[in-house]
Structures are given as C-alpha cells and as structure tokens.
C-alpha cells in the first residue's frame, strides 16, 4: 500500500498554484477560467448536453487529475445554469496527490465567481482519505467521487460509466508515467457508448494513442497560449484489442431499471435511513416502513456511538470500505449540530497488550499521519486530558455521534413517507410489485423493495438464509461529573467511553453472542466499568464509579447483526433455488463461469449485517445500493462491492459443494 500524500504547491508572483512533484502550473490566473470551458466544457459539448437532459436524466463526467476541482466547480455552475431542476450531474475524478485544505482554499479563492460552489466544496473537504471518497453536494442533485490514488491502479477498480471524460494531469512530457496506452485503454473500458473525451493537449503521439484506444480525435483551435487542443467521441473497444471481460453473472449487474421510481423501505435503523435518503435524493418516492413509534429505536439506538476505524494494513475489502464508509459519514456528520448530535473530538486507541502496539505500528506505516498518527503515554494524555494505561493511536478525524439524530436527518427528506408502527410480516410478490402485509393488512406496495431490518430480515422466505447472527450489546451511561469534564476524545481499548453528550458519558459495550434478551443486566454494566478501568483508573474516580451501586446504573441494550465475514450485505439477491439450478456446474469446477443470467428476485434488495461499524458502513452502503439500482458508478472499488454482495454466501455454499 502507498501512503497518499498531498500536494506540495509553490505559489508564483501572480499568485498561481504550482505542483513542486511536476514541475507545472494547475493552472494560470490570466486564463484558467476560459481554457478550462474551452478545453473541457466546450470540447465535450456540456452546455448542450445539459441542456438535453430529460426529467431525472444524469450526466456522468470522468477526470484525470481533480487537482484544485477548478474544472469540476466550472462543470458544476455550467450544470446548474443549463439542466433542468430534477437532472443530475455525477463527476468522477482521480486524484494521487490531493491538496491540503489550506492549499485547496487558497486557489479557489482564486475564481470570485465560483465562490458559490467553491463554498460547498471546502465545507465538505474533510477525511479525504487513500481510496474512494464520495461527496454530496446540493441535497443529492451533484455528486463527486473521488478516487485517491494513482490514476492506472484507481481507474480499474471503478465500476461505471463515462459520458464525458476530461484527460487532463499535467503535460504529457511532464508526465509520462500517467500519460501511456494503459491509461488510454481505460478511459475505454469505462466509456459509455457516444462518450466525448477533451484534453489540452494536442502532442501527437497522444492523439494517436487516443484513436488506438477507440476514441476518434480532432485537433480543434486552442485557447490563450494553447494553440490547439483535441476533442474526441469514443467510436467503440478497438476489434484488435483483447475484450473486456465481462463480470460474473452472480455480480453482474441487474438489468436496467426502467419502471416507476418507487421503493419500500423496511426497517428505519441507520441502513434504513440512509437507504432511503440516497434513493429520494435520486427523485425516487421511498415508503420507509417501520415497526416503532419512531426512528432509529434498535441498535441505532444508541446515545453515542463511536466512529471506529478498525483497519488493516493490508488495504482488505473491509479497510477499504471503512476508509472510504468513514469518509462519506464524517462529511454527512458536517450537517448536523455539533457537540449534540455529533463531535468531532478525535478517537484515541489504545495499545492495550503488547499485540495491539505492533498491529498499531504496522497501521502508522501503512497510512497517512492525517488519518492516524501513533502517540505515546504522555502525548495521549495531553490530547484526551486524563491518565491512561498506555499510548496508542490517534485518530484527529475521528468522534462521536448521536446516531438517531444521524437516522432523523435521513429520513427527513420530502420523498421520504414515514409510515411508524408497521411491522411487516409477510412480503408477497403481485405482478411487478412487492407488497408488504402484516396479517390481512397491506401496508404499503411498490416494485422495488429494500429489506434494512438487521437480521429480523431473516423472517422472509427470499432472505432467510442469509447467514446473519445478533449479538448482543449493552451500554451504560454515566452522568458527567465536574472532574470528567476534562476528557476530551473518545478513548477505546476493548470497550470506549465518550465525552458527555447532554450531561451523560456513555461507556461501552458488551458483546455477548448467546443472550436473546434485551433486559439491562448489572453483569454487563459491570463489564463496562472493567473495560473502562483498562482505560484509565483515573477516570474511573473522575466519574465517582467506585461509589456508584451497579444495580443503579441506567443503560441501553440492543441487538448488533453481523455476517460470517463481518462485511456487510449489500445490494441485489437472487433467488436461491434458481441460482443452485442455474450454476449447478460450479459445484463440480469452481473456475468455471457459465454466462447464464443470474436468476434475480426482481426489485429485492438488501442493506444489512453491519455488524459493529454500522455509523461508518451503513451510509456508504446506501449509496452503493442505490448506485445498483439506478446503474451509476459504484461509490466504492468492483472487488469491495463483490465482497458485500448478497449473493456471495450461495455462491460459496455451491462452491464447497454444500
Ligand atoms: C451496544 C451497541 C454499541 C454499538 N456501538 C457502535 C459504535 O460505537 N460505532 C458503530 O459504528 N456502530 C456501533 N454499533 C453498531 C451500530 O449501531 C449498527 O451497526 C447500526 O445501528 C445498524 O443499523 P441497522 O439499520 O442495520 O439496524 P437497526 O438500527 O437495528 O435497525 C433495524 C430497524 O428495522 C426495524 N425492523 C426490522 N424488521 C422490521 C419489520 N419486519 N417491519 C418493520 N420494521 C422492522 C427495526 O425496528 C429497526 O428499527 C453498536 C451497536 C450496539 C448494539
Ligand atoms: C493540471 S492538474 C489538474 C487540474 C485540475 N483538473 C483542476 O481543475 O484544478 C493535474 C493533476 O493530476 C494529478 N495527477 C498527476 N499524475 C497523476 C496520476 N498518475 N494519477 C492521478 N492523478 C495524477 C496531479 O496531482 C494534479 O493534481
């Protein structure tokens, strides 16, 4: 794994940004504004495009090199001076050395009359991480994903497709290394059919590399000090060239949904919200079905919950999905009302035994210091104002959250119906539609249903046996004392406390794979206190525990649900008897992949077992799962979107013969 490392920028006289790594200019104040329009907007032929774009149509742009997004914020005003009110614009750009904030904020107060984007963008410009990073701008109307990283390892993870591409990064000659037929063949490989490609530069052997690649260039006249620029329309994947292969039938994706934008939700937990926030700022009309008198009364539940990176230095599926799920949330998080529904406080972890402190190291040299840095005894105590057991690591981004204010903020959107007090028993397929039924009642239908109720999604035939487990899981909460005022970050070793929300800490939590009942026990809140003594004794006496009577103690229980794996279970399912059927093969030849369609049960889809991360995973995962449904770039890497598919546990169990 490579550390991401920012920009380093020089400042000219004019006050232009220049990158020290290439040697070149982002862009230059005289005329970056006009080259930008002219080489990108004008050579893909955007005004009109945009223009064009029906009732909820969407227009999906593909960059090499964000750099200072100037050409994104220019895209995005052309956007939103000439597509209707319901369009949307998708840019995807990959970036391997994104600026600091400080250097972001310094160029774009460059462009006055982009300030109004500008503004959106630096708000939201935190936790910009290794990897894929989505942004939401404008209640859903524009979205961003970046991809972290070198252009030639990131392009292939993306799933999607491109309309229009802007080739840019720097002078060729200042650039070899990205500038090369790899690059070239994947700004093929993405391209939807009819996409448009602009770049500045007219060097020749680009130009040709660009026509091997399938994409027809022109030279066109340039703009300022370019003399010429190109502009090209992909003309399709070059006959000679090897054929793309097509991804596996289990993982490939549905076919495209054409029908009415309509979707039941059922379960109002953090997946549930979300689920059905990402689908209505898609201009779909969700019905969010849930069984009690409000949101987010399960595990959601929680008063503070902690966002918790548990990383791997091996960039697994599930640390890529925590780095890019840990991203997106921290940037919803940037709505809400900090220190009551959320804070920013920075999470410290502490290098508990002697194992710990060695994955801990390997962790430090594996990521860049702005997401975590390692921090002796005597630094972590300055940083989180208590005595503790040991040092650790420090994550500066990291916090607390109120999770139910998280779930309310989602599920507030005018597309969103609330129906409370409906449990749905039975879920019945009639026609094109899914219905939900409690008993003789039909409580709400549509042709897409989306089943985010944890494991009790066990109860209906299509999902029953998705290997989902509960666990359970008890916090307790403490009222804040004078002296516990001075903690200043959540601190975790085997459990975490939290600093007061609203005059309480919270301390947490038990895990307990056997117990089915949701009493509060004193044994688990004694468990709390004992994960909290790990942490510092010293706290401990801060919040008088050793004076308080266990039996007194207030807390909260609920069920966490989580997969064999521990990666969530996102997105389409097949139907299970079908699938053994159609794939039968694979029982007798694993390599084998037959090209027969998966068997999909038509509009269900699932987001659960979000195990013990769901602050960080559920959210990301609804916008995966709506990138599913609407055939959008995925928001995260094909092989992470694999790993969380439903369909896995049947492939595996035909796989070992099961
Ligand atoms: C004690 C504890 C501590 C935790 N700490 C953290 C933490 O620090 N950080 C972190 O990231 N995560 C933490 N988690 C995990 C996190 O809370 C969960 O991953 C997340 O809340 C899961 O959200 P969900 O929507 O999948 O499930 P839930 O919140 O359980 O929501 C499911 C919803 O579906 C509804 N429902 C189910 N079936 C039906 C039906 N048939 N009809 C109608 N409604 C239905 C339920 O009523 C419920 O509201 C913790 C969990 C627990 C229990
Ligand atoms: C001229 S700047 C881009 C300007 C940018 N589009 C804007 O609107 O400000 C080129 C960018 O490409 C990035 N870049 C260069 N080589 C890259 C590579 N191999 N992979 C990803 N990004 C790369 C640089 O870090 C730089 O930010």
Known sequence: MTVTRHAQIDWDEQGNPHSREFCDVYF?????????????????????????LPEHGRLVIGETGFG????????????????????????????????????????????????????????????????????????????????????????????????????????????????????????????????TIGTFTSTGWVRRALNAAGFKMK?????????????????????????????????????????????????????GCTTAASLAARGWQVSLLERHAEVAQEASGMPQGVLYLKLSAHGTALSQLILSGFGYTRRALERLQRGIDWDGCGVLQLAFNGKEAQRQAQLAEAFDPELLQLVDKSEAEARSGITL????????????VHPPALCRAHAAHANIELHLHREVVELRRNGDQWQAWDGDKLLATAP?????????????PASADLPLKRIRGQITRLPQTEASQTLRTVV???????????????????????????????????????????????LLERLGAPSLAPEDLQGRAAFRCTSPDYLPIVGPLAD????????????KDARQVPDAPCPWLEGLYINSGHGSRGLITAPLCAELLAAWLTDEPLPLPRSVAEACHPNRFMLRELIRGN
């Open 68 to 195: 200072t997004g100037l050409n994104f914020l220019c895209a995005w005003q052309l956007f939103e001076e000439c597509a209707t009110a319901s369009a949307r614009l998708h840019f995807v750009s990959v970036e391997k050395f994104p600026l600091s904030l400080v250097d972001l904020q310094r160029s774009l107060a460059l462009w006055p009359e982009l300030a109004a984007f500008a503004e959106q963008l630096l708000a939201q410009y935190v936790a910009v991480h290794e990897g894929f990073q989505r942004f939401v701008f404008d209640g859903g109307r524009v979205t961003l994903t970046l991809l972290i990283g070198d252009a030639l390892e990131m392009l292939p993870q993306l799933d999607g497709q491109i309309d229009a591409w802007f080739l840019d990064g720097f002078a060729p000659a200042k650039n070899p290394e990205m500038w090369t037929p790899q690059l070239f063949a994947e700004l093929a490989r993405l391209a939807a059919p009819d996409s």
């Open 28 to 52: 230059s104040t005289e005329s970056g504004l006009a080259e930008t329009r002219h080489v990108f907007l004008v050579q893909n032929d955007l005004a009109n495009r945009f223009t064009a």
């Open 492 to 538: 975790c070793a085997e459990g975490y406390v939290a600093p007061p929300r609203l005059g309480e800490h919270t301390l947490g939590a038990s895990f307990d794979f056997k117990n089915d009942d949701l009493s509060i026990t004193t044994a688990d809140h004694l468990g709390n206190l004992h994960y909290m003594q790990e942490i510092s004794d010293d």
């Open 576 to 587: 299970k008897e079908a699938f053994t059927q159609t794939y039968a093969a694979l029982s």
């Open 448 to 460: 897409v249903v989306i089943l985010a109720g944890a494991a009790d999604i066990k109860r209906f």
């Open 219 to 271: 030279r066109v006249p340039g703009i300022g000090h370019k003399w010429e620029v190109l502009r090209g329309v992909f003309v399709g994947w070059p006959e000679e060239a090897p054929a793309i292969p097509a991804a596996k039938p289990w993982f490939a994706r549905p076919a495209k949904y054409a029908g009415q934008r309509k979707a039941l939700v059922i379960g109002a937990g953090m997946a």
């Open 389 to 400: 057991t040991s040092g650790g690591l420090f994550f500066p981004e990291g916090g607390w």
